[in-house]
């Protein structure tokens, strides 16, 4: 079990840019996660993936937010156009879905929008 | 809409003494619940769950007590230490939610030696 990894773990981006974070889940997961923290808030449900099947999107999701899951392996969240209020952790979780409904969390990408 | 609340955003405890971290939910589909821990720069890790078929749930220092009627349910760490000083997150999934889970905003443990 080497646990949930992203990269980068931090990026700095002028507004305007677009951002590109990787997650490779633990490998016999085909449950994949995205989520978002910020200050003083808990982490907020983004989208979650089912293979490579992307099956919910949260309304916190704008256009300017895309995920892929290609394979069903690692997964890529892009945001394009990055705004100051993008700023957050972006947080990638997995699980194995058979009958284990708690989640594995990857150390996260912290995002700072200049 | 909030559907998982900690309404204590921090709490300051002695070492040694009980820690007691409170959650409230609104949502009645939730029917399983976990708490995490987080240190910062980090990503939340597991801790410990419970089921609704439960109303109490241990390992080792840590309990999770959960009161369905209240929709309330507590963290108790004994004996406290200062290692355990985190944020705490409630969290809350429903059956039918592909895992998904609804974290509360969470609590700041503060132990001191």
């Known amino acids: 079990d080497t646990g949930v990894s992203q990269d980068p773990r931090h990026k700095i981006t002028k507004r305007g840019q677009n951002v590109t974070f990787r997650c490779d889940p633990i490998s016999e997961h085909n449950r994949l996660y995205w989520y978002r923290q910020t200050l003083g808030q808990g982490p907020e449900f983004l989208t979650y993936?089912?293979?490579?099947?992307?099956?919910?999107k949260s309304r916190l999701l704008s256009d300017r937010f895309s995920a892929e899951r290609p394979k069903g392996s690692f997964s890529t969240l892009e945001i394009q156009r990055t705004e100051q209020g993008d700023s957050a952790m972006y947080l990638c979780a997995s699980s194995s879905g058979t009958g284990v409904r708690k989640l594995f969390f990857g150390s996260g990408t912290q995002l700072s929008v200049l | 809409d909030q559907q998982v609340k900690q309404n204590s955003p921090s709490l300051s405890v002695q070492e040694g003494r009980i820690s007691i971290l409170n959650c409230d939910y609104t949502?009645?589909?939730?029917?399983?619940f976990l708490w995490y821990k987080k240190y910062p720069a980090e990503g939340p890790t597991f801790l410990i769950s419970i089921s609704s078929i439960k109303d109490k749930n241990e390992d080792g220092r840590f309990t999770v007590f959960l009161n369905k009627s209240a929709k309330h349910l507590s963290l108790h760490i004994v004996p406290s230490q200062p290692g355990d000083s985190a944020v705490y997150f409630c969290a809350a999934s429903a059956q039918d939610s592909y895992g998904k889970l609804t974290f509360g905003q969470g609590t700041i443990l503060t132990v001191h030696p």
């Open positions: 949502n009645s589909m939730f029917d399983y």
């Open positions: 993936f089912q293979n490579e099947a992307q099956l919910e």
